[in-house]
Each structure stands twice: as structure tokens, then as C-alpha cells.
């Protein structure tokens, strides 16, 4: 990436670099904000084949699933390589289109994937079959050596819970416990729910402690009222205190995606990575007059 942005003036690129920061950070706990993130970085340096690719991802974490594809496609005509492929299958099934899914499944890039594309083609391909009603093929299309194998990589939990998954749908009860098991003791990371489908598989319900019926409650004890906001907390001038403490440290400096050597900070300039302009409102930014996605 870094790579990539050095093709463009110094400043731009701090400037990109610090939204495609942004995207990174939030595209899991807020895709909505990620995605204003990546639009601005769009705006800013469109001919960047990392800047569509992150864009999209971020149109893809919020369901805008044919300005994802179009992205990737961008991207992959930028960089010419396939490892966009399966993503872009998987766009194909959000439009509601699983039967372009499966035919990219069988086009000959996928045999240019590492190891990790082709399973996550195998995954999308095997939730075309679902899409298509093709339980059983589904889960044919699931067994394999990496299924099989009984050494863990990053994929592997994904893996075994779909295939589980898919056991389930097919009321196939017995083989699909044995099999989320199987998921959740390679998921090390909590990628998967593999314990709570394991749980309810086996008939167990968890009842949050916390919740307390209303005659337990103790009538001495002040219940909080649910009509009642909380009262905003005011400095000793009368002015209402500002939640937030501390530095401006949510937005990283563009050093941490552009080395040194590519972004020096002119004289007088903040050490802030982005100024008050460049952070996006939480509307997405719309696109410029006459711009149309790849």
C-alpha cells in the first residue's frame, strides 16, 4: 500500500492514508462510518488500486453489494490478480445471484488461489447451492482434504461450521453437533458462534443473573426509572463537561501506513494525521458530479 500511495504528492497521501486507516479501524465495529471513511479516500485518490479495494471491502461490510463488486473489479484490473475473486463471487450471491457464484467457482482462476482463496471459494460456492436450494450438493461441496485434515489454519473453524451448518439444515443432527464441536475447538479466536450453536444443540439455556424479577427487588432500594434520562454532568462554570478525555488519538498518523521518507510534514504543520477537514461527518460523502464506479 505504501507502495502504491508513493505515486502520489506527498500531502494527498498522508491525506488517504489516514481515511484508509480509518476503514481498517472501523470496518468491523462501525461499517457505516468505515464506509464515509473509504468514500473520501475514493474522492481523493481513485486511481489507487489499494483505495478501491478498501472501498470495496467497506461497501461490502454494509451490503452495498454491486458498488462492492464493481470496486473489486476495479481493483483487480488495476493489479491484474485473482485473490479478489472469491469476494467477488460472494457479491454476486448478495445480489441475489448464485448462479453466477458457481460459475466463477469453475473458471480457472481459481486455481491461481493459495490455499486459503480456495477454500473461501469452496465456502462461497457451497452457499450458492444453499441459495439454490441444493442442500445436499451444498454439503458435498464442503468435503474436502482441508475439511478433513487435522492440522488448524486461519480457516479452519470457518470451515468446519459451515459444514456443520449445512449438516443442520439437512436435519442431520448427530453429525452437525460433532462437527460445531469440531469448529469450536479450532476457532481460538471467536470467529465463529460454534459454542452457542454447540450449547443449543444440547438443550442448554443461559439465563443472564442480572435479571432480577420485580418482587425481588428490594423496595428500599431505588430501581432505576427508565422515564428518567441522566442528568448531564456540568464543570464548575455551569458549562456541560465533555464525555471525552485525553488527546486526539483516533486518528493515526499517516506515518503508520507511509514511511517517513514518503510523507514530511511541512513547516508549521500539526502533528495531528488529519486535519478537522479531511475526518468525515457520519454521512457518507456523496460522489463527485460525473463519477461512476468501474
Known sequence: MRQELMSLP??????VASNLVMVARLIDEDPEQAYAYSRIALRLAS???????????????????????AEFRAARRMTGTVELWPVMADCERGLGRPERAL????????????????????????????????????IVTLQSPELASNSVQPWTAR??????????????????????????????????DASDRLAELDGVDFVDAMVEDDDDVDGDIDAPRADVEDEPDFDDEG???DDFEGDDTDVVRAAEIVDADLVEP????????????SVPSAEPVQ?????KNA
Open 47 to 69: 486511481r489507487v488500486a489499494a483505495v478501491r479495494e478498501a472501498a470495496g471491502f467497506a461497501a461490502y461490510a454494509t451490503q452495498k453489494y454491486s458498488e462492492a463488486l
Open 159 to 192: 470451515l468446519r461450521y459451515a459444514y456443520a451448518d449445512a449438516l443442520l439444515a439437512a436435519t442431520r443432527e448427530d453429525e452437525a453437533r460433532e462437527w460445531f464441536a469440531k469448529a469450536l475447538e479450532a476457532d481460538k479466536d471467536g470467529s465463529t
Open 239 to 241: 458549562e456541560e463537561e
Open 103 to 138: 460459475a466463477m467457482a469453475g473458471e480457472p482462476e481459481v486455481q491461481k488461489l493459495d490455499k486459503a482463496g480456495q477454500v473461501e471459494m469452496r465456502l462461497v460456492a457451497a452457499g450458492a447451492r444453499r441459495d439454490m436450494g441444493q442442500l445436499d450438493a451444498a
Open 10 to 15: 506527498k500531502g494527498l497521501a498522508e491525506d
Open 266 to 277: 511541512a513547516p508549521g504543520e500539526s502533528e495531528s494525521a488529519v486535519s478537522a477537514e
Open 287 to 291: 460522489p463527485v458530479e460525473g463519477e
